[in-house]
T-cell receptor
Framework: NAGVTQTPKFQVLKTGQSMTLQCAQD?????MSWYRQDPGMGLRLIHY???????DQGEVPNGYNVSRSTTEDFPLRLLSAAPSQTSVYFC?????????????FGDGTRLSIL | AQKITQTQPGMFVQEKEAVTLDCTYD???????LFWYKQPSSGEMIFLIY????DEQNATEGRYSLNFQKARKSANLVISASQLGDSAMYFC????????????WGAGTKLIIKP
């Protein structure tokens, strides 16, 4: 039971570098989302997708891009990393056809920007 | 205005005691869902329990139950017979009907169980 798989688990970047955080799910969920969690805080929505080819911005989208070419994959791109983007990033998925079902989370990516 | 409020930033509870974690919410929707998640120090997000706005009975899952008071817009999590392994952050979240399936999250409560 893979569920939601995020890679990498840890990453250190220099300011200005770009990178892609990978997220894949094998539950055929239409809804996928990316959150960031800063120390001692709750989750803030970055971007989300309600199906392949459809993405939208969340609460804190600046500095991030997403695409959804398949149901399974939802990568998050940092365009030019900044120290303010140091955070733990979570990918989640859910089945919108069953609103009482929870979002399933990956294990997170700990990202440090120097 | 915050849609999900968790008023207890941190709590200490003696092992084996019951604990109630508060969550109040604000919505004008008639149909919505409330979720509780646990985040241990290892960092993963673990789903605990769900309450739908039309559910007539309070949700229960093992040692977890929800004290759902719709008129007061509160959905407090009750953990019975607390264990050391219950020490974690606990988050309350709400999904509104017209929210495009997004969850709105509270800031969390850090629960520490004392032996």
């Amino acid at each position: 039971n893979a569920g939601v798989t995020q890679t990498p688990k840890f990453q250190v970047l220099k300011t200005g570098q770009s990178m892609t955080l990978q997220c894949a799910q094998d539950m055929n969920h239409e809804y996928m989302s990316w959150y960031r969690q800063d120390p001692g805080m709750g989750l803030r929505l970055i971007h989300y997708s309600v199906g392949a080819g459809i993405t939208d911005q969340g609460e804190v989208p600046n500095g991030y891009n997403v695409s959804r070419s398949t149901t399974e994959d939802f990568p998050l791109r940092l365009l030019s990393a900044a120290p303010s983007q140091t955070s733990v990033y979570f990918c989640a998925s859910s089945d919108p056809g069953h609103p009482n079902q929870p979002q399933h989370f990956g294990d997170g990516t700990r990202l440090s920007i120097l | 205005a915050q849609k999900i409020t968790q008023t207890q930033p941190g709590m200490f509870v003696q092992e084996k005691e019951a604990v109630t974690l508060d969550c109040t919410y604000d919505t004008s929707d008639q149909s919505y869902g409330l979720f509780w998640y646990k985040q241990p120090s290892s960092g993963e997000m673990i789903f605990l329990i769900y309450q739908g706005s039309y559910d007539e009975q309070n949700a229960t899952e093992g040692r977890y139950s929800l004290n759902f008071q719709k008129a007061r817009k509160s959905a407090n999590l009750v953990i019975s017979a607390s264990q050391l392994g219950d020490s974690a952050m606990y988050f309350c979240a709400m999904r509104e009907t017209d929210s495009n399936y997004q969850l709105i999250w509270g800031a969390g409560t850090k629960l520490i169980i004392k032996p």
